[in-house]
């Protein structure tokens, strides 16, 4: 498979650079694009939602599995794998709207403004994003 099969069932697919897209995650009522897409020189999609989603829930709501992510041939058992499949650039992107949702919050609270349940939730998902990313990005977050 190419990453266009993939791409054909998502919305608001943005080309982000060479082989890398970001679009809606499909698995969840996503507000804006937190799936990221790449894919590589030898054929393989990676697939990563920056909300938790897992591989597995995003593949079955755009109705795919698991193997249409690799190509149909065998890679040798001296292919390199990749360390981290996902630019900083891409990372930093996500985290950068979260850490503003986060910031707001922040700002809410110091103003003696009390959090409901929406905007509780808000925040829970905004940090669960941020240490998505940065697991994604290969960096302990604690």
């Known amino acids: 498979m190419t990453a266009e099969n993939l791409l054909s069932r998502l919305e608001r697919v943005k080309r982000t650079g060479a082989g890398r897209y970001q679009a809606r995650c499909p ?5 804006g694009p937190s799936l990221s897409i790449r894919e590589l020189d030898d054929g393989r999609v990676l697939v990563h939602c920056f909300a ?5 829930s995003v593949l079955s709501a755009a109705g795919l599995s698991f193997d249409d992510l690799f190509p149909p041939r065998e890679l040798g058992p001296h292919a390199k794998r990749e360390g981290r499949p996902f630019p900083a ?31 509780r939730d808000r925040l829970f998902l905004a940090v669960g994003r941020i240490r998505a990313a940065l697991e994604a990005g290969g960096l302990n977050h604690g």
């Open 27 to 31: 698995a969840h009522d996503d507000k």
């Open 89 to 119: 650039a891409d990372i930093l992107r996500a985290i950068a709207f979260e850490a503003l949702v986060v910031a707001v919050a922040g700002s809410s609270m110091l103003a003696g403004e009390p959090f409901n349940a929406v905007d």
């Open 52 to 56: 938790g989603c897992d591989v597995h």
